[in-house]
């Protein structure tokens, strides 16, 4: 039997909420320590992807760098509200460079 994997998107209400239009779960949260819990209770379930806005992800360093090596689910930064931070930017050319050895971007 094949198991069906989920995505979600976790964030402020304004900015999650349209991702429920292209079928994603959105689970509004109010803080940090809100989806701290959220991505923990989905990191569980079969969710492979959670998109993560950078506002909230500034104060959870200890949640990207716990699942930043796993195979799931993988955390993807996206601006909020309030637009970019340059949080998801920064860690995608990181994660560039630690495979290819070089910054391409």
Known sequence: ???????????????????????????PVADAAEAREKIRELAKENCAVIYLTEQLAR????????????LRPA?????????SLGIGKNNIQRAIERAVGADIL
């Open 59 to 70: 104060d959870m360093d200890d949640v990207l760098a716990r699942y930043k090596d796993e």
């Open 1 to 27: 039997m094949a198991v069906t994997y989920r995505i979600a998107a976790v964030g402020d209400w304004e900015s999650v909420m349209g991702f429920r239009a292209l079928g994603l779960d959105t689970y």
């Open 75 to 83: 955390i993807i930064l996206i601006p909020g509200r309030g637009g």
